[in-house]
T-cell receptor, first 115, second 114 residues
Framework: SQTIHQWPATLVQPVGSPLSLECTVEGTSNPNLYWYRQAAGRGLQLLFYSVGIGQISSEVPQNLSASRPQDRQFILSSKKLLLSDSGFYLC??????????????FGPGTRLLVL | KNQVEQSPQSLIILEGKNCTLQCNYTVSPFSNLRWYKQDTGRGPVSLTIMTFSENTKSNGRYTATLDADTKQSSLHITASQLSDSASYICVVSVSGGSNYKLTFGKGTLLTVNP
């Protein structure tokens, strides 16, 4: 069966510090990978998605970046965190099939608090 | 603009009671609609997926309905349990072969009290 891991689970960082969140998927090959942010009282916002190694698409311009160094590894980074980067970050994967019927499977999330 | 509106924003019910959550969408062209359950501090978990040709889909005590004509969906929870306390998110997918262009509602926060 497939599993998705995220770490860390919780992170408290000062403004201006760097960020690196990691997501890995097990039990599948060539998945589509996604990074979402969920702010309090708001819906999930897609930040980045990737259909393959080194292929990253950005949905929202911001000071965050994403990388996919390996097939099942997705990393969310920032060089300098802003207060507005605080939120709940979710990684998700889906089979690399075209067609919208395929579900996205979410990881446990990382709670980021920027002070 | 593609939008998904959910109501109510929050709901409190007693254990054992039934409840219905609503979702209205303006996504076009429509591909499918999904309901997710998100426990506090956890990632969302898929409950149901429906295409425009499916009027109803059940998953245990959860039953989702879809009216593609009026662009409305509902999630009915029967005989609620304390573990049903969570946020329920309606997600709509745009037709066109992409699995990553999803529009999320803000969710309905359900609290089931003993």
């Amino acid at each position: 069966s497939q599993t998705i891991h995220q770490w860390p689970a919780t992170l408290v960082q000062p403004v201006g510090s760097p960020l690196s969140l990691e997501c890995t998927v097990e039990g599948t090959s060539n998945p589509n990978l996604y990074w979402y942010r969920q702010a309090a009282g708001r819906g999930l916002q897609l930040l980045f998605y990737s259909v393959g190694i080194g292929q990253i698409s950005s949905e929202v311009p911001q000071n965050l970046s994403a990388s996919r160094p390996q097939d099942r590894q997705f990393i969310l980074s920032s060089k300098k965190l802003l207060l507005s980067d605080s939120g709940f970050y979710l990684c998700a994967w889906s089979p690399s099939l075209r067609g919208g019927r395929v579900a996205q499977y979410f990881g446990p999330g990382t709670r980021l608090l920027v002070l | 603009k593609n939008q998904v509106e959910q109501s109510p924003q929050s709901l409190i019910i007693l254990e054992g009671k039934n409840c219905t959550l609503q979702c209205n969408y303006t996504v076009s062209p429509f591909s499918n609609l999904r309901w997710y359950k998100q426990d506090t501090g956890r990632g969302p978990v898929s409950l149901t997926i429906m295409t425009f040709s499916e009027n109803t889909k059940s998953n245990g005590r959860y039953t989702a309905t879809l009216d593609a004509d009026t662009k409305q969906s509902s999630l009915h929870i029967t005989a609620s349990q304390l573990s049903d306390s969570a946020s329920y998110i309606c997600v709509v997918s745009v037709s066109g072969g992409s699995n990553y262009k999803l529009t999320f509602g803000k969710g309905t926060l359900l609290t089931v009290n003993p």
